[in-house]
């Protein structure tokens, strides 16, 4: 299956080099609406530089990945549909609830697929934590925390405006990551109960090149509340870019017979940690396990990132016309609940989810084996 790119930026190297880790990736044209952007990229990658309408009428091209920002994330994924193409996406699928429906009306009308990021709980960490919740390590899960705290955005991020707008903000820019992830290790979510706060109206940008230039905040930069799993659990979660230090850990797990800790779902890897009610906590380590081992720097350290398995699982099984993980029921009932942590936060009523979904599949190491070159 050939994939047309779209969406030239900050995140399209990952998914470029991603062609060197999974076997049934193949780039091959990519577009941008800054031209420019395009054919550096195409150059760089030795793929061709098309315009977005050009690759969206290519009939060599299958699959539609889209990296754009999250604001064009419906548009593009409606007009890969309406081209005859499958589509996926990076994270979140749309900006609300209401778009993502909609998606979900196209692809189910045209017969096409719509996959949508995040794929980290893939990784070795996800899968890990999953077979030992599976294994009954701790027990049958009854309450937990996830924590998301940092300043934000603006120090790092060349074009950091759309974090602080509606569709951006910590719950649909990272808390998709966690909310999908325990939707993995804990099933879907049933109901949500929040409330939010925004320490500044205005951040100021320190990145280059834009350093020095406002950015007006119009979505909240804070988000706490408590999730009500269908299997009962209760997990409450503080996603913030208002803070600067602090000393909570990522997931904890806690079920009724110990307690797990899991590392951020931003990244594939990382430390498990686990303990039994009548023992020591015990560290997994899951650096040398398939997609946990560190492949890339980040912030001078290395880290596993083999974004990209998601959109190799989809194509892999749409040739076998079996199910994908990164499906759109799975993204779909995160972004209900993403909004529903927003519409709950503006007066702490309790919001009740329509969605569900199943657990996607277990990824074992002998599927990995057959993605990865
Ligand atoms: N940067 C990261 O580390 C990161 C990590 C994971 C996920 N993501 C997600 O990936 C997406 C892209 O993020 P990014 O950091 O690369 O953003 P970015 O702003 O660096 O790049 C987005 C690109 O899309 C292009 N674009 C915007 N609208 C378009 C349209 N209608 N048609 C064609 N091109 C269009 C822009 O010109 C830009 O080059 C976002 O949804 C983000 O949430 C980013």
């Keep these: ?9 900050n995140i399209s190297d990952t998914y470029f080099e991603s062609q060197n880790i999974f076997n049934n990736l193949k780039i091959v044209a990519c577009a941008d609406i800054v031209q420019e952007l395009a054919d550096k990229k195409a150059n760089q990658y030795n793929t061709k530089s098309l315009s ?7 009939k060599d091209i299958d699959i539609v990945l889209n990296l754009t920002i999250p604001t064009a994330h419906k548009e593009i994924i409606l007009k890969s549909m309406e081209h005859g193409k499958h589509c996926f996406s990076e994270k979140p699928l749309a900006m609300n609830f209401k778009e993502g429906l909609e998606i979900k009306e196209l692809s189910n009308k045209k017969k096409l697929f719509v996959g949508c990021a995040p794929d980290t709980f893939l ?20 309450l937990g ?6 300043h934000g955005m603006e120090d790092w991020h060349p074009n950091p405006d759309f974090f ?5 903000g910590p719950v649909f820019d990272l808390g998709v990551y966690y909310l999908t992830q325990l939707v993995n290790l804990n099933g879907p979510i049933r109901s949500v109960i929040a409330t939010n706060a925004t320490a500044s109206n205005e951040r ?23 999730l009500d799993f269908y299997n009962n659990s209760k997990i409450q979660f503080f996603c913030s870019w208002d803070i600067w230090k602090h000393t909570h850990s990522t997931i904890e797990l806690y079920g009724l017979e110990g307690s797990m800790i899991v590392p951020d779902p931003n990244y594939f890897g990382g430390e498990i940690t686990i303990s039994n009610k009548d023992s020591k906590w015990e560290k997994i380590l899951t650096n040398e396990m398939l997609l ?3 492949n890339k720097e980040d912030d001078n350290k290395l880290v596993a990132n083999y974004r990209g398995i998601g959109l190799s699982d989809m194509v892999n099984n749409i040739k076998n016309n079996s199910e994908f993980r990164c499906s759109i029921d799975l ?4 972004l209900e609940i993403m909004e529903g942590i927003l519409e709950s936060s503006k007066n702490s009523t309790l919001y009740k989810n329509k969605t569900s979904c199943k657990r996607p599949k277990f990824l074992d190491e002998q599927e990995i084996q057959k993605l990865k070159i």
């Design 1 to 9: 299956m050939n994939i047309g790119l779209i969406g030239c930026g």
């Design 52 to 58: 977005v309408e050009n690759l969206l009428n290519d």
């Design 123 to 142: 990784g070795a960490a996800g899968q890990k934590a999953r077979s030992l919740i599976e294994d009954n390590s701790i027990g049958n899960v009854v």
């Design 145 to 150: 925390t996830f924590n998301i705290m940092s």
């Design 164 to 168: 602080f707008k509606p569709g951006g």
């Design 204 to 226: 100021i940008i320190t990145s280059k090149p834009r350093y020095g230039e406002k950015i007006s905040v119009e979505t909240p930069t804070t988000l706490m509340g408590t």
């Design 292 to 294: 946990g081992k560190p």
């Design 331 to 334: 993204t779909l009932h995160v």
